[in-house]
């Protein structure tokens, strides 16, 4: 009977936020109410004994009715303000309650996800080397076939490395903020040295850098290279076949200024700054079937953030999008 409570977990918040709101102003009319019947009946009451006093003035003009205005007026002035300000803060904490349960489910949703993609990500590469280790095994296979296989494997456990990489430097980086290097780092070697292991991708995405030769700048340099390597693999991951990334970086009056742009299914303005949370995946079709745990962004978010730089993102034109990156200098 009470299923439709379990589809929406909101319906019973609202139903008891409707019946708090609703319950207040009741007993806020009811008070108001019981006020102004009070001040008629003690009016009544004194009016009798005024003229049965023989009295000729009207009643209404007496000091005593003015007195029992006057208190009759502060009440509702009290009980007025005095709701309204309950009303207001019961207001707040509901809307308080919606927006921390609402982050809630949205952060349940994601580890479900995030959960089921890791299991996924983890299991494919490892039965394709499963796979082939076992063919190896079972078959008499030439040398050039076996080269083949032991490739096929060795990219699965890069794969794995660098998703496992990722999920720990994300933990990394979530609980320890200062436990990264101040080394002087070569960053235009990094950026080079990442876009030409990228080179060489299945979608046909070719990779063109502009980038200053001989950059330093403190930092980290597993970090940087990481940030470069989130960067690219979504370019591609987000590309269609055989379009153009392009890759920059450069010293622009001290500051550095790292940006990676591509033409592919660009991010929509309402996505634009959830992509950066941890576990987050845009639930278009288009990025939906590709692979990811939704780490990515949020790594390069809070290293740019340690390093006190800054992330824009914005549309390429005509598709696709512009990370760019600024460290100060
Ligand atoms: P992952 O790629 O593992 O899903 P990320 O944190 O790197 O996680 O990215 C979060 C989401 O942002 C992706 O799932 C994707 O939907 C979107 N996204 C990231 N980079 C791009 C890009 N270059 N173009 C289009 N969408 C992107």
Excluded at 62 to 84: A, C, H, N, P, W
Excluded at 263 to 273: R, S
Excluded at 300 to 316: A, H, M, P, Q, S
């Amino acid at each position: 009977m009470f299923k439709f409570l379990g589809r929406n977990p909101f319906v019973l918040f609202y139903i008891v936020s409707g019946y708090i709101l609703v319950f207040t102003l009741w007993w806020g009319y009811l008070l108001a109410s019981k006020n102004e019947q009070a001040f008629s009946e003690k009016v009544e009451l004194n009016r009798v004994a005024y003229e049965a006093q023989g009295n000729k003035m009207k009643y209404e003009d007496t000091d005593s009715y003015l007195k029992l205005f006057s208190k009759y007026e502060r009440q509702k002035v009290m009980i007025l303000g005095e709701g309204l300000f309950f009303l207001i803060l019961q207001i707040l904490g509901l809307l308080q309650v919606r927006s921390i349960f609402g982050k809630e489910i949205e952060l349940a949703a994601q580890q479900r996800n995030f959960l089921h993609s890791i299991t996924h990500e983890l299991k494919s590469p490892l039965s394709s080397v499963k796979l082939s280790l076992e063919t190896m095994l079972k078959r008499q296979l030439n040398p050039e076939q076996q080269g083949k296989l032991i490739n096929n494997a060795l990219g699965d456990v890069v794969r794995l490395e660098s998703l496992v990489d990722n999920i720990l430097f994300a933990a990394k980086i979530e609980r320890d903020t200062h436990g990264f290097a101040n080394e002087e780092v070569n960053l235009s070697d990094i950026v080079e040295l990442v876009a030409a292991k990228f080179r060489d991708n299945k979608n046909g995405i070719s990779i063109q850098t502009d980038v200053e030769e001989g950059i330093y700048y403190h930092t980290d340099q597993v970090g940087f290279t990481s940030v470069v390597m989130n960067l690219i693999e979504n370019a591609i991951k987000y590309s269609r076949q055989d379009t153009a990334i392009s890759v920059s970086l450069h010293q622009i009056s001290g500051a550095i200024r790292l940006e990676v742009r591509d033409e592919g299914y660009g991010i929509p303005d309402t996505e634009k700054t959830k992509v950066f949370e941890k576990f987050y995946r845009i639930g278009s079709e288009d990025t939906r079937k590709t692979k990811g745990t939704g780490l990515g962004l949020f790594i390069v978010k809070r290293f740019v953030e340690i390093y006190k730089g800054k992330i824009e993102l914005t549309d390429n034109s005509p598709a696709g999008s512009i990370f760019s990156l600024t460290f100060p200098g």
